[in-house]
T-cell receptor, first 114, second 116 residues
Framework: EAQVTQNPRYLITVTGKKLTVTCSQN?????MSWYRQDPGLGLRQIYY???????DKGDVPEGYKVSRKEKRNFPLILESPSPNQTSLYFC?????????????FGNGTRLTVT | AQTVTQSQPEMSVQEAETVTLSCTYD???????LFWYKQPPSRQMILVIR??????QNATENRFSVNFQKAAKSFSLKISDSQLGDAAMYFC?????????????FGSGTQLTVLP
């Protein structure tokens, strides 16, 4: 089954404790991206990757890191999480960077930073 | 930069009735794509419908249709014969066609309640 898999689904952590949210897709997509969803703000892009070893900042990259060492994986790293990073996070992928190819989303990770 | 505005934070509709969710966007581009995504309580993001700006014909998918007004930069979603399963958060989204990798720009969402 074609899918984007994110883990974990829920995560509670404390300020400053490094964490990684994993994302993997099995559709051989070139493009992958991370979004955060906050009430009243919709989804905002954090980072994106057009292909292996190619990443770039989105609209809200501060406090996050990503890597794209393999085509299928695109982990999101919070080196020193803070309470303002409490949010719902989505990983997404698509086959092209433009066009009407839809984004395929993971099921989201609810992160709480205390 | 493109912006997408959904001016209705919440909407409600009676089961079997029709509801229209509004979306406006701001862009200087002439060619682009527009999408509506549905997010039920499960949090899953589900593509409902998409529209290519160069196509004048409004897209339809079963009970879902759009009213695309390019000059007005408006992209509303009409849900006919509303069902309880349509209750969800709905997001309007914009994507450039120009090859930029900035992907989707989302609106803030409209929470739709379907009343039995």
């Amino acid at each position: 089954e074609a899918q984007v898999t994110q883990n974990p689904r829920y995560l509670i952590t404390v300020t400053g404790k490094k964490l990684t949210v994993t994302c993997s897709q099995n559709m051989n997509h070139e493009y992958m991206s991370w979004y955060r969803q906050d009430p009243g703000l919709g989804l905002r892009q954090i980072y994106y990757s057009m292909n292996v070893e190619v990443t770039d900042k989105g609209d809200v990259p501060e406090g996050y890191k990503v890597s794209r060492k393999e085509k299928r994986n695109f982990p999101l790293i919070l080196e020193s999480p803070s309470p303002n990073q409490t949010s719902l996070y989505f990983c997404a992928s698509s086959s092209r960077t433009g066009g009407n190819s839809p984004l395929h989303f993971g099921n989201g990770t609810r992160l709480t930073v205390t | 930069a493109q912006t997408v505005t959904q001016s209705q934070p919440e909407m409600s509709v009676q089961e079997a009735e029709t509801v229209t969710l509004s979306c406006t966007y701001d862009t200087s581009e002439s060619d682009y794509y527009l999408f509506w995504y549905k997010q039920p309580p499960s949090r899953q993001m589900i593509l409902v419908i998409r529209q290519e700006a160069y196509k004048q014909q409004n897209a339809t998918e079963n009970r879902f249709s759009v009213n695309f007004q390019k000059a007005a930069k408006s992209f509303s979603l009409k849900i006919s014969d509303s069902q309880l399963g349509d209750a969800a958060m709905y997001f309007c989204a914009y994507r450039t066609r120009s090859g930029s990798a900035r992907q989707l720009t989302f609106g803030s969402g409209t929470q739709l309640t379907v009343l039995p």
